[in-house]
């Protein structure tokens, strides 16, 4: 089980350019979650999947888009990024969206934004 | 709205040293608290978690007790190694909130040999 995997690991943009972040979990998990990384903010949420075909938004939407592309997959796009979306983006999913599931989270995605 | 303080880093202790990391939280009703870990290159791992009051979570010689009337899970361990060198984030899940974590901003933890 590889768990849950992001691409790229690393990207630098420059302002205005576009860029689709991928995540994928292979644990059969039902909800998936985008946060984003911020020294001394801990994470944040930007939008998350409770079940395939659902999404919303969660603390920090703005500039972000999202697909739930199957129950495996859960992308996040930057549609004309901006230096304020430097930042680290991790990818989680949980078995459901009890309060009480753990999530698991990806390595993460380093983008720099120019 | 729901929020989560934790005392800032970075901490810096000896092997075999006690550790506690403090953290408190605001939230309605009873969520379910969590402590992650995160070692340097790599993304966020559960520690341990408390889904009601005066449950005690315990993993890898850590443990935190959940403690309603002071809204605590405060983090410990009685002997630290130097693979314990991490950042700690404390974390809670609103019931009402499903399973949307609010995460505090992180400890980091250099333990020296």
């Known amino acids: 089980n590889a768990g849950v995997t992001q691409t790229p690991k690393f990207q630098v943009l420059k302002t205005g350019q576009s860029m689709t972040l991928q995540c994928a979990q292979d644990m059969n998990h039902n909800s998936m979650y985008w946060y984003r990384q911020d020294p001394g903010m801990g994470l944040r949420l930007i939008y998350y999947?409770?079940?395939?075909?659902?999404?919303d938004k969660g603390e920090v939407p703005n500039g972000y888009n999202v697909s739930r592309l199957n129950k495996r997959e859960f992308s996040l796009r930057l549609e004309s990024a901006a230096p304020s979306q430097t930042s680290v983006y991790f990818c989680?999913?949980?078995?459901?969206?009890?309060?009480?599931?753990?999530?698991?989270f990806g390595p993460g995605t380093r983008l720099t934004v120019l | 709205g729901d929020s989560v303080t934790q005392m800032e880093g970075p901490v810096t202790l000896s092997e075999e040293a006690f550790l506690t990391i403090n953290c408190t939280y605001t939230a309605t009703g009873y969520p379910s608290l969590f402590w992650y870990v995160q070692y340097p290159g790599e993304g966020l791992q559960l520690l341990l978690k408390a889904t009601k009051a005066d449950d005690k979570g315990s993993n890898k010689g850590f443990e935190a007790t959940y403690r309603k009337e002071t809204t605590s899970f405060h983090l410990e361990k009685g002997s630290v190694q130097v693979s314990d060198s991490a950042v700690y984030f404390c974390?809670?899940?609103?019931?009402?909130?499903?399973?949307?974590?609010?995460f505090g901003g992180g400890t980091r933890v250099l333990v020296k040999p």
């Open positions: 974390a809670l899940s609103g019931k009402a909130a499903g399973n949307k974590l609010t």
């Open positions: 999947s409770a079940s395939e075909g659902t999404t």
């Open positions: 989680a999913s949980s078995e459901a969206s009890r309060d009480t599931d753990t999530q698991y």
